[in-house]
């Protein structure tokens, strides 16, 4: 008995350090050849995927997590006829890189603020959705003089459950090996049925190359990593700014579903209260996916934002 106990204790260990090493390897990772859209920037040692259509004032796009720049096509394809729009995959995401990434809100509002430089971007409306619309927070209570003003579309913005799955995946040394056994396993069919579930008012966008590109890109090891690691250090970055929120000086609008998370609903709620000049829109039988489930809403939505110079009172749908 004692002889096949340490057999399996050291197949066990041997698969687990395979799982670590192969975590770290990159494996499994696309490559930037693998994008359609293949234009990159780099930022402080970070290779970042962007795009940027039309021309006009500045819209800088935020996906949330995780998430990729195709996640605003809808969006992009409709402002650029009358903005320049700029969107990004953001580190760890997609195909953007993360040699030097922490997974915090603060860092992401840091390479926003270094795309605005580098980009040249004037006088940029912020638009975020779910972890881009936290991070949008970050940006509005750092005020960047030119960022004009922000949107947030469904965002976090006092608190979350990461999960225990993440909490595993995010853990020194295994936790990358975690979220490959996870790329290896599950996370593909998991992310399609996610899709389905969350995006049943918009059956006809449920393609398959829909689906598989989203499989493909957010099964990456990398990517649930990110993951893993944002949602678990969530709650603090939020601590950090959801004090300033009442200090926030430029524009803020907020569109939010009424069937999203509850304590998503309930942040959105709480941040009105304590900054009620802020324009709130809440959209009826609509989840978390926004952008894709009430593409006109949203835009619409934008719109206004864009051509109003004062803040409106609040808003139902």
């Given amino acids: 008995m004692r002889k096949l106990l340490k057999i399996l204790s050291f197949i066990f260990l041997l698969i687990l350090v395979s799982l670590i090493l ?70 760890g995401n997609s195909f953007t890189s993360s040699n030097n990434y922490n997974y915090t809100l603060k860092e992401n509002a840091a390479v926003v603020h270094q795309l605005i430089n580098v980009l040249k971007l004037r006088n940029v409306v912020i638009i975020g959705h779910s972890y881009g619309g936290s991070t949008t927070a970050q940006l509005a209570v750092e005020d960047n003089p030119k960022i004009d003003s922000y949107i947030m ?11 225990i799955l993440y909490k595993i995946a995010s853990l020194p040394v295994i936790g990358k090996g975690f979220a490959y056994l996870m790329h290896i396993t599950q996370a593909k069919s998991v992310i399609r049925e996610a899709y389905k579930s969350s995006m049943k008012n918009k059956p006809e966008l449920l393609t398959d ?34 004090p300033k929120y009442n200090e926030i000086t430029k524009r803020v609008s907020i569109i939010v579903g009424d069937s999203d998370y509850k304590n998503l609903m309930e942040g959105c709620d709480k941040f009105k209260k304590v900054r009620p000049q802020t324009n709130i829109l809440i959209l009826k039988n609509t989840g978390h996916f926004i952008q894709m489930e009430k593409t006109e809403e949203l835009l619409n939505f934008i719109d206004n934002h864009l051509e109003k110079n004062i803040e409106t009172e609040y808003a139902e749908n």
């Fill in 153 to 163: 579309v469904a965002p976090p913005l006092y608190g979350i459950n990461p999960g």
């Fill in 209 to 242: 190359d829909f689906l598989n590109f989203r499989a493909d890109v957010l099964s990456q090891p990398k990517v649930l990593y990110t993951t893993s690691k944002e949602r678990t250090n969530y709650n603090v970055g939020l601590d950090k700014i959801s």
């Fill in 22 to 91: 192969l975590g770290y390897s990159g494996v499994g990772n696309l490559t930037t050849n693998d994008a359609k859209n293949n234009t990159f920037i780099n930022i402080n040692n970070e290779k970042i995927r962007y795009i940027q259509k039309g021309e006009g004032q500045d819209i800088l796009l935020i996906h949330g997590t995780p998430g990729c720049l195709e996640d605003w096509d809808l969006v992009t394809n409709h402002l650029s006829k009358n903005y320049r729009v700029t969107a990004f995959d953001r580190l």
